[in-house]
């Protein structure tokens, strides 16, 4: 089963479009009567309406619906219509041209700057309207003041459909963002009463009770107590995801991280950066913990500080184990063990960012990692 197609939230503009082209050619249709009997080729004259007239109401129908709307056919109208204006020399004749009169397709030839515009953005209409511009300036031979003004008249036209048409896609892109966010909170909400009212008054229950007890069972409580926090973490705390302008929250993806040996500190502000630098600063302090598990032994506890300074943010992991003896980092460097210069330091490295370790017999261990704010991979 396919995806349900977003709809395009510019589809009122489109009709807009369909509105100036008909109007456009209503006042070609006149043109051609007014000027009935003046031009060198009457027969290609209406021709050449009867073309524009087929194509408005094809196109008209094709630009309605958003699934027969792609952008060849923008192109392909932008082509027929300078092929249709570029006739203008076989048909009128040549005291027309020395009064200035409208070319053959007059303004139905502004459509298509204006649906490049829709289509493609601000660059397109531009484009489309020099284009115009151009085919202009080769139908009447010349390029002078009135032709000049007609191009920038063209590309300006296009210029503002393809900026209001840019910023509806990304208002809402954001709307839509902002509802799905909302949604998610509000099931996240739900979930946590029931979890609250079930799962967690059941932990908090075993862990209480274990206490009491003692003996095995106070591993049992121990092992609830860490179950309870990370379940009401999780709960309570916003999954770290892209945004539209693809950075993540370090400041939620770091708080996931609290367990009853783990305590996690934040600045008040979130601190957004780049998705896949938020992922690897918690491969990073993830591995930094999971030695402390390992090596410092289950009664050891742990620190994380989240730093923003501004032009960079720094990560702290300080454990209160007994320390990495003198030259142990070296020697397992020596033996190809290289778990902590490979996932810490060379993770940080690829970030364009340091690691210092500073540690000693009795004293623990403290990383501090430093990783520049704007800056992504090398």
């Known amino acids: 089963m396919t995806a349900a197609r977003t709809p395009d939230p ?3 503009m489109w009709r807009g479009v369909l509105a100036f082209r008909l109007l456009t050619w209503a006042f070609a249709c006149g043109t051609v009567i ?11 004259a209406w021709v050449i309406l009867g073309v524009m007239a087929v194509w408005s109401v ?3 129908f094709l630009y309605l619906r958003e699934r027969t709307r792609p952008p060849w056919l923008v192109v392909f109208d932008l082509l027929l219509t300078t092929a249709l204006l570029l006739t203008s020399p076989w048909v009128l004749s040549d005291a027309q041209f020395a009064l200035n009169v409208p070319l053959i397709t007059t303004v139905w030839a502004a459509v298509p700057p204006v649906a490049a515009g829709a289509r493609f953005g601000a660059g397109g209409g531009v484009l489309a309207g020099l284009v115009v511009g151009v085919a202009t300036a080769l139908a009447r031979e010349k390029f002078d003041l009135d032709v000049a003004r007609d191009g920038v008249l063209l590309a300006a036209a296009g210029l503002l459909v393809g900026m209001a048409s840019t910023m509806g896609r990304r ?3 954001r709307l839509e963002q ?3 966010k909302e949604a998610a909170t509000a099931e996240r909400e739900r979930l946590a009463r029931s979890i609250h009212d079930s799962v967690l008054q059941v932990l908090a229950r075993v862990r209480k009770r274990g206490n009491e007890v003692g003996g095995e069972a106070a591993e049992l409580a121990r092992l609830a107590g860490e179950q309870e926090i990370a379940l009401r973490s999780l709960v309570t705390t916003e999954p770290p995801r892209p945004n539209d302008r693809g ?8 708080q996931l991280l609290t367990t009853p040996s783990v305590q996690v500190s934040t600045p008040a502000d979130d601190v957004e950066l780049p998705a896949h630098v938020t992922d690897e600063l918690v491969a990073v302090t993830r591995e930094a913990l999971a030695n402390v598990e390992k090596h410092a032994g289950p009664e050891a506890h742990a620190w994380v500080l989240l730093e923003d300074l501004g ?19 070296e020697r397992a460097a020596e033996d190809g063990h290289l778990g902590v210069v490979e996932s810490i330091r060379g993770r940080v490295r690829d970030l364009g960012g340091s690691a210092a370790l500073e540690t ?4 623990g261990t403290e990383w501090e990692v430093r990783v520049p704010s704007t800056r992504g991979a090398r």
């Not at 950075?247 to 770091?254: G, I």
């Not at 943010?313 to 980092?329: A, E, F, K, N």
């Open 34 to 44: 007014v000027q009935n009997g003046h031009y060198q080729r009457e027969w290609l």
């Open 171 to 173: 208002s809402a892109a």
């Open 360 to 363: 000693g017999p009795g004293q």
């Open 311 to 329: 032009d960079e943010v720094v990560v702290s992991i300080r454990d209160d184990g007994p320390g990495i003896p003198d030259g142990v980092l």
């Open 178 to 180: 902002a509802l799905r």
């Open 58 to 60: 094809v196109s008209s």
């Open 247 to 254: 950075t993540t929250s370090l400041r939620a993806a770091l």
């Open 10 to 12: 510019i589809t009122p």
